[in-house]
């Protein structure tokens, strides 16, 4: 990349400071309020530090996290990469990132879904993926069909390639404003934010499973060139090529992220077949799917943060003589409208010992019963898992499925283990 300018490099030597010292202090990773810093010098720094790269801006309301991880892993093959892999995904945490590796030519951002217009005309990037949208947040976020206008209307505005996924008929819509794309069959197990057509408002078609059209207006899904088969567990490359994926991360959805990450990277020039190779050495992102084994029990964590993030996790229990903790909490990260909660189906967890934890577990506690899913509540996890010891002696696993607050404090309590 070139040479940055005087007050450039200046503000970038504050902000890197700044966030040493937070991490220092102990007061977080320094992410945040290092790009703070840095933007008090150079309002333009972003822009700045882009000049020169091939960026990747990843955005999404479900697994942007996990997926700009793996795309960041496949594209070590070429040496460093500049990264915001765990969070920190608005301009302050994409300039933290960026400057933290100035010489990387490569780079791959997580973007938040609201401040994607923003990062795509600061970056000029060379692609942007986008892989699904579903309501969340609603006492901060807008309605998601005003977002994918957002998105079309910048995506028409650059000369990006896009990266999206066919099957959900808002990411395909804003998509289709790129002047370029590259179209995933990657699925979307949560529809019921996209029955209505995004050009039209009408009824969408949805007879044959991932296909959609609108009989109204004629939007249609696109055409695909990259597929994911779940059933066999195979990634399906441009011109036929069947690779099994045998990724470490569990469930579909990581299956679509690898999807997505593939034909991202492919774009780079890299393989599918080495890019497959190198997603399979990721075993947790953030804490995400880590297995952590405290007194004697497995205790494997799961992130889940609005009702798709629920849906997926569900997927991917282990079977009913598991038991399962749920916590929630609604602190500003998590949005403090829990009204979601509603339209989650917990009836999958009849049959299966329920436990649940955090701030808001009362409002959790009312959701289950109305569903019929007996419920304990608890404090902490080792004190459930004490009582799970005491009646069952044998038991080797537990799941913890948690909103964000909640997920990063039990993270906590374990050491924050990756």
Known sequence: MSELPLRAQLASVLGRSAASLSRATGRGDGSVIGGRVALKVEPDLLAKLSQGRRLALVSATNGKTTTTRLIAQALREF????????GANMPTGHITALSDNKSAVNGVLEVDEKYLPQVLKATNPSFVVLMNLSRDQMDR?????LLAKKWRTALAQ????????????????????????TWVSAGQRWKE???CCPECGGHLKRDVD????????????????????????????????????????????????????????????????????????????????????????????????????WLESFAVLDPPRVPVILAVNAQIPDGKDTSWLWDVDYRVLRGRRVFIMG?????????????????????????????????????????????????QQIRTAYGRVQ
């Not at 976020?141 to 069909?145: P, Q, T, V, Y």
């Not at 390639?161 to 998509?175: K, R, Y």
């Open 79 to 86: 040496g460093d990469v500049a990264t915001n892999e765990y």
């Open 141 to 145: 976020a807008s309605e998601i069909n």
């Open 158 to 181: 650059s000369n990006t390639h896009v990266i999206a996924n066919a099957d959900d008929p808002l990411v395909a819509w804003a998509g289709l404003g790129a002047p370029n794309a």
């Open 193 to 195: 934010d996209s029955w």
């Open 210 to 309: 991932p296909y959609w059209q609108c009989p109204e207006c004629g939007l249609a899904r696109p055409e695909t060139t990259w597929s994911v088969d779940n059933e066999t567990d195979t990634l399906v490359a441009p011109g036929g090529q069947q690779i099994k994926l045998r990724l470490n991360l569990p469930g579909d959805a990581n299956r679509a992220n690898a999807a997505i990450a593939a034909a991202t990277v492919a774009g780079y020039g890299i393989h599918p077949e080495r890019t497959v190779e190198r997603l399979r050495e990721i075993t947790s992102v953030a804490g995400r799917y880590t297995s952590v084994v405290t007194m004697g029990v497995e205790v494997r964590l799961l992130l889940a943060k609005n009702p798709a993030g």
């Open 359 to 407: 701030e808001r577990r009362t409002d959790l506690a009312l959701r289950l019963e109305t569903d019929e899913v007996p419920f304990e509540v608890a404090d902490r996890v080792d004190e459930v898992l004490a009582k799970l010891k005491a009646e069952r002696p044998d038991i080797t696993k537990v799941d913890v499925i948690a909103n964000y607050t909640a997920f």
